[in-house]
């Protein structure tokens, strides 16, 4: 039984991780991170390169054990009985190796009997999630004629041979190239829309929007924040604009400028062009342009930098690091 003082997890949530924690002998992977997945959520687990993001996955797949808290899947705690907390699970963790003189037929058909599949289950579920993968007209092939890209993509059919309801994705993009990476996005946003719960460590931000409908955002071992990707972009509060003007300002009109209400910060690019740190939404930024235009300033243009859940990202990074 948990201890007492430890919630237990919620019935039925394909992931629940409570106080979990990762020490290397001095050096504190994961703190305390407390993180629950619903079923059916696509959850981006975001942060920069030595967040605790591997650490975490590696806890929940159990290739390593936590010092301290518990993970449990589907309610089954993994370290107590990771047999049948992992039956559920599908998991693709760092870059994937294979036997390059087999074919993806054969790479599968010997999973599907470590997983002590059906042979007539194996041979259906091989040619379905090689199609599901695009990797159809290469089911035959020598996996050592394949690209980075195309391993990757028979990884993640591996992941689901077995038709499983969770999962789980280290940075699925990771030294890919500008197509493979888009393959992979293509690729998980259509199984995300087949309702199965998606657990995705990533350290690029546009990957995590385009393909989660949830963002975790981990730093130094901490969780900073967990939300959905659209709340989380409608409510950061703070966005960069830059604003083109067709002469630059002068020093009065700048000063006049910066007392405008929701500029933070001006920072001067050159030509007429200054990149504008404002507080607040949509109506805020009307506001300063109103505002920039009764001033007499002739704006050519006013565009935002990135997105709000970016500066978000970029706000909460720096004051982690600060601390």
């Given at each position: ?24 002998g ?97 041979t ?36 689901l ?125 009307a ?17 935002p ?8 990202y ?10």
């Amino acid at each position: 039984m948990p201890p007492a003082n430890r919630p237990p997890s919620p019935n039925g949530a394909p992931v629940h991780l409570a106080a979990l924690g990762k020490d290397y002998g001095r050096f504190t992977a994961l703190k305390a991170l407390d993180l629950t997945v619903q079923e059916g959520t696509s959850l981006g687990f975001l942060g920069p390169n030595g967040a605790g993001k591997s650490t975490t996955i590696k806890i929940m797949t159990r290739l390593i054990r936590p010092s301290r808290g518990q993970a449990t899947l589907f309610g089954l705690d993994v370290q107590r009985e990771p047999t049948r907390a992992l039956t559920r699970v599908g998991a693709v963790i760092e870059t994937p190796e294979f036997y390059g003189y087999l074919t993806p037929l054969e790479t599968l058909a010997y999973v599907g009997r470590l997983r002590r599949m059906a042979r007539k289950d194996i041979t259906a579920r091989s040619e379905a999630v090689l199609k599901e993968v695009r990797l159809g007209e290469w089911a035959g092939h020598r996996i050592q004629e394949f690209s980075k890209g195309m391993k990757q993509r028979l990884a993640i059919a591996q992941a689901l041979l077995h038709e499983p309801d969770l999962l789980v994705l280290d940075e699925p993009t990771s030294g890919l190239d500008p197509r493979g990476m888009a393959e992979i996005r293509d690729l998980i946003k259509s199984i995300k829309g087949k309702g199965r719960t998606i657990f995705m460590s990533s350290h690029l931000l546009g990957e995590v929007q385009e393909a989660c409908d949830e963002v975790a955002l981990l730093n130094h071992g901490e969780l900073l924040l967990q939300g959905s990707v659209r709340d989380l972009s409608r409510g950061s509060g703070r966005s960069t604009f830059q604003a083109t003007f067709l002469r630059p300002p002068t020093e009065t009109e700048l000063a006049a400028l910066s007392g405008i209400a929701g500029i933070d910060e001006i920072t001067p690019q050159g030509d007429g062009v200054f990149d504008l740190k404002i507080s607040g939404g949509e109506e805020a930024q009307a506001a300063i342009l109103e505002a920039m235009v009764r001033q007499g300033l002739r704006v050519t243009s006013f565009r935002p930098l990135g997105s709000p859940l970016e500066q978000l990202y970029l706000d909460r990074i720096k004051e982690s690091d600060r601390i």
